[in-house]
């Protein structure tokens, strides 16, 4: 019988582990208990967040919802060059927004033109309420900015190209 209360026990325990995760607005929570030599529980209660992006589309368009259904690619032509495949491109590494400057009203970490070194700050990326500064990989000029100042961007995808 004392096991089966212990079952019970634990339940109600990871119900709370539960509750406590929602309550809090967490995404992850990992907790363990000893109870005795070779007697332990080791609970882990994770929940997904979804992220969600935007697409706009013209209110002028008469087809909205086919505009909807169709892939994002077919709504625009497509630019001759993807600058995901150029040899200079900077690509994020994480999921996050994007910050061209330190701080609002401050001026650009870099522009078209500007010549960075190895290691110069590009851009900071916000992931998760922290400021990551993305390092030019390489030295060379700044040739094209892909990325708008406060735009979300997702991991892999072309920040600037550098030659």
Not at 108 to 114: E, I, N
């Amino acid at each position: 019988m004392g096991k089966e209360t212990s079952h019970d026990n634990d339940v109600s325990f990871i119900k709370a582990l539960a509750e406590l995760l929602r309550a809090n607005d967490l995404t992850e929570l990992q907790v363990k208990r000893d109870y005795g030599e070779n007697d332990s529980l080791n609970v882990r209660v994770s929940r997904q967040t979804q992220i969600v992006t935007q697409v706009s589309v013209p209110a002028a368009a008469p087809a909205a919802s086919a505009a909807m259904a169709a892939p994002a690619a077919s709504m625009a032509p497509a630019p001759a060059a993807d600058p995901a495949s150029h040899p200079g491109a900077v690509t994020s590494p994480m999921v996050g927004t994007v910050y061209m400057a330190a701080e609002p009203g401050a001026a650009a970490f870099v522009s078209v033109g500007s010549t960075v070194k190895e290691g110069d700050t590009l851009l900071i990326i916000e992931a998760m309420k922290t400021m990551n500064q993305i390092p030019a990989p390489r030295a060379g000029t700044v040739k094209r900015i892909v990325v708008e100042d406060g735009a979300p961007v997702e991991y892999g995808a072309p920040l600037m190209i550098i030659e």
